[in-house]
């Protein structure tokens, strides 16, 4: 009796504990919305970082997923100055990192893809997630050689793509057709110096060779988009604005996605009316490595007589 007592209480532990495991339909679910947040502020792909999270973490069940709150399996490296846990992987005890809760292994993950190695990603374009899959696969970030088919598997199986169309505002590439009835000159992508009659807008490029045009006043993403045979949400991508964006006349509009460092290697605020944004506009470097650059958060400011590092990392010990 007793011996069937402990195999009824060994099979209801496997039952209870196979019952545990989450799904990967339920772990997309859970962790899409901070993949579309990163996606808006990072520039990453949403489908690409639920992809490699669902790959690495075996769907949030992974024991260092589970134990250590590490979605990605990001070792420790040498810059990691945060809690560790060590676990058998390439080589017998590896170091690995851990977070306080699973949101900032999401973070530590988009933070981690702005280093230099990974620079070409960010020349991609956004919604090509299978080109992101294959250089990342040539950046290093994995040993395996079937590393790029295994993400766009789960991608296409899954339907992650569709959380990139939806952080970039639901928008869904299609070919519009032109309306004959306007006589209008039109840009495209193979001849971008043609100047469009209607607007008058000018490709230009600027210092660290990024095409881009000056706008008229109240002219929208779309506009714009639409004169160059763009999407709206590559406007709204690479300049760091939102949907119902209007432009004042003489903003810079990027036609490309800007650069992860600027031409020159600092900028000094001269005035308290300069913000990030602007900054990032006039020197074309992306949000987000302005931020990370100067080690400033989402929401902080700056002010006149502050030095902005454009280049490299500011120092720890900088003011």
């Not at 992101?132 to 296409?156: D, M, R, S, V």
């Not at 506009?223 to 119902?244: P, R």
């Not at 460092?261 to 001269?270: I, L, M, R």
């Not at 502050?306 to 280049?311: A, G």
Request: aromatic residues 10%; proline residues 3%.
């Amino acid at each position: 009796m007793y011996k069937y007592a402990l195999t009824f209480v060994f099979s209801l532990s496997l039952f209870w504990a196979a019952a545990a495991q989450m799904s990967r339909e339920d772990y997309i679910d859970k962790y899409k919305d901070i993949a579309m947040a990163n996606m808006q502020e990072f520039k990453i792909p949403a489908s690409i970082t639920l992809a490699q999270a669902v790959l690495e973490s075996n769907n949030g069940n992974s024991d260092l997923a589970s134990r250590s709150n590490n979605h990605f399996g990001i070792k420790c490296h040498s810059d990691w100055t945060g809690k560790k846990t060590y676990h058998d992987d390439d080589k017998k005890g590896e170091c690995f990192r851990v977070y306080n809760k699973v949101e900032d292994s999401y973070a530590d993950h988009s933070e981690f893809l702005q280093k230099t190695r990974y620079a070409k990603c960010f020349e991609l374009d956004i919604m090509d997630y299978k080109s992101w899959a294959k250089e990342l696969k040539n950046a290093g970030y994995a040993t395996n050689p079937k590393y790029p088919a295994l993400l766009i598997k789960i991608i296409e199986d899954n339907e992650l793509y569709k959380y990139d169309q939806l952080a970039m505002g639901n928008y869904k590439p299609e070919k519009k057709q032109k309306d004959k009835t306007k006589k209008v000159e039109r840009h495209t992508n193979d001849d971008l110096k043609v100047i469009d009659l209607s607007t008058r807008l000018v490709v230009q490029k600027s210092p660290n060779k990024i095409k881009y045009v000056v706008a008229e006043e109240g002219q929208t993403p779309e506009e714009i988009a639409e004169m160059f045979d763009l999407g709206s949400w590559q406007i709204t991508s690479y300049n760091d604005v939102s949907n119902d964006k209007v432009f004042n006349d003489g903003d810079v509009v990027y036609l490309q996605p800007k650069r992860r460092k600027a031409a020159v290697p600092y900028h000094e605020v001269t005035s308290d009316d300069e913000t990030l944004e602007s900054v990032s506009q006039q020197y074309g470097i992306k949000l987000h490595s302005l931020r990370w650059k100067n080690r400033l958060k989402k929401g902080d400011q700056i002010h006149k007589g502050m030095k902005l590092y454009l280049q490299k990392r500011k120092p720890d010990s900088a003011e």
